[in-house]
Nanobody
């Protein structure tokens, strides 16, 4: 079972930026679509952004224009650049292959947006 490892979270003021990283030790990382999810307290986990193996991206309406997902095949890492953060972006962020229900969720990385 692959273990995704998320990092880069923290406490940031509204309007600030963070860059999240996800180490994805997949043997054939380059052939898989990848995605970032988040879960706020009391809410269901939601899909934030996806990136296909070919680099095509898609975003939830709530983050479109502020977040950018990218990937580095050599490092087997997926990134989420988050700009103009808002308090409602506060959540634990996770990465995973969106098409693999069998993938385990990692521990995630906490993002807190507060003044």
């Amino acid at each position: 079972q692959v273990q995704f490892v998320e990092s880069g979270g923290g406490l940031v003021q509204p309007g600030g930026s963070l860059r999240l990283s996800c180490a994805a030790p997949l043997i054939m990382f380059g052939i898989y679509d990848m995605a970032w999810y988040r879960q706020a307290p009391g809410n269901q986990r939601e899909l934030v952004a996806t990136i296909t193996a070919g680099g095509r991206t898609n975003y939830a309406d709530t983050v479109k224009g502020r977040f950018t997902i990218s990937r580095d095949g050599g490092k087997k890492t997926v990134y989420l650049q988050m700009n103009n953060l808002k308090p409602e972006d506060t959540a634990v962020y996770y990465c995973k292959r969106p098409s693999f229900l069998s993938d385990n969720w990692g521990q995630g990385t906490q993002v807190t947006v507060s003044s």
